[in-house]
């Protein structure tokens, strides 16, 4: 255990408002507990304009604080979406005008699906690259005229502001906060607790599948490629491949070609390449301590097997995602 980089509590704000959308509290508030677990000293809150909300059929949520009135220090304030039906009209303008005032003591503003639409109203967005659901879309821009709206991708930094296309995404999202807040090591750790092995960087497709080779429902090589995934740093060979497989190394190659479409050695350099792309946007590294990280021993690997299976090269890639 270990506290934050300054040494200070992290204070997390989450706000509560009916109608929320289960998956878009639950799955950030996950990654957070889990990184409770590793860091000492963060602090959750949560409030809004009730006491109490229903949530899932009979169950319902209590102990919701009041919202604050003076506007106070946050290093992350949440707002989970909302589903439309549950909304009650008469609390939406109070936490619009809340969140306009507490905004300024936040460093950092995360929406999740529908939250974004609140965020728009109270002028948060105005100049600003955001996302939200894909089905919101054309909604956000028509609260927020001024902002810069993007349906191409699952979540979106610009500035103080994180905002995700909803539901899964919320966990992305909060992951991606935590490696900037926290470091890739602890957040790579909570993934691996929720067995996410690999998390979406926010450049994706909302609807493009991420797990690519996965639709399929062979056990032994889902088991294969979560070894893969969780061990990307070894050297592994067709043989280990199969030793995990527990089937011949003719048998796998050709099995693995008919569930995936590639080779698993081909699977494990995109793998490696996924990995090197996040670090690139995520973290200062070198390409040489990335190609280390994910296994492809040094630079002159990676840029081998970038220009293989991916357009233009690492630099180019680290140089768009700093524009």
């Not at 005032?101 to 936040?106: E, L, S, Y």
């Not at 105005?126 to 349906?151: I, S, W």
């Not at 690519?212 to 740093?233: I, S, T, W, Y």
């Amino acid at each position: 255990m270990h506290g934050s980089p300054e040494g200070r509590p992290i204070r997390v704000g989450v706000l509560m408002l009916p109608g929320q959308v289960p998956l878009d509290l639950v799955g950030p508030l996950q990654v957070l507990h889990g990184a409770q677990r590793h860091c000492e000293g963060i602090s959750i809150r949560y409030f809004g304009p009730c006491a109490s909300l229903d949530w899932l059929g009979p169950l319902s949520l209590s102990g919701i604080e009041p919202l604050p009135v003076r506007v106070e220090s946050w290093d992350l304030l949440l707002v989970p979406g909302q589903y439309r039906r549950g909304i009650v009209p008469a609390f939406q303008p109070v936490c619009v005008d809340w969140l306009r005032r507490q905004a300024t003591g936040a460093d950092t503003l995360m929406a999740v699906c529908s939250g974004a639409l609140l965020l728009g109203e109270a002028g948060l967005l105005d100049g600003r690259r955001c996302t939200t659901h894909h089905t919101l879309l054309d909604r956000l821009r028509g609260v927020a005229p001024g902002a810069q709206v993007q349906g191409d991708c699952i979540f979106i930094e610009d500035g103080p502001v994180l905002t995700s296309a909803g539901i899964s995404t919320g966990v992305d999202t909060m992951l991606h906060w935590v490696t900037r807040r926290l470091g890739h090591r602890l957040a790579l750790g909570v993934a691996r607790e929720m067995v996410l092995y690999l998390r979406r960087s926010g450049q994706e497709p909302q609807l493009a599948g991420w797990l690519e080779g996965r639709n399929h429902v062979d056990e032994r090589m889902h088991r294969l490629q979560d070894a893969l995934c969780e061990r990307l740093r070894e050297r592994w060979t067709l043989e280990d491949m199969a030793e995990v497989a527990v089937m011949s190394e003719r048998h796998l190659r050709r099995r693995f070609v008919e569930v995936a479409g590639m080779s698993p050695l081909d699977y494990l350099a995109r793998l490696r390449l996924q990995l090197a792309r996040q670090l690139i946007e995520e973290t200062p590294w070198s390409l040489a301590r990335i190609a280390e990280e994910v296994g492809l021993g040094g630079d002159r690997q990676l840029r081998r097997a970038w220009k293989r299976y991916a357009s233009g090269s690492p630099g180019e890639w680290r140089r768009s995602r700093a524009d």
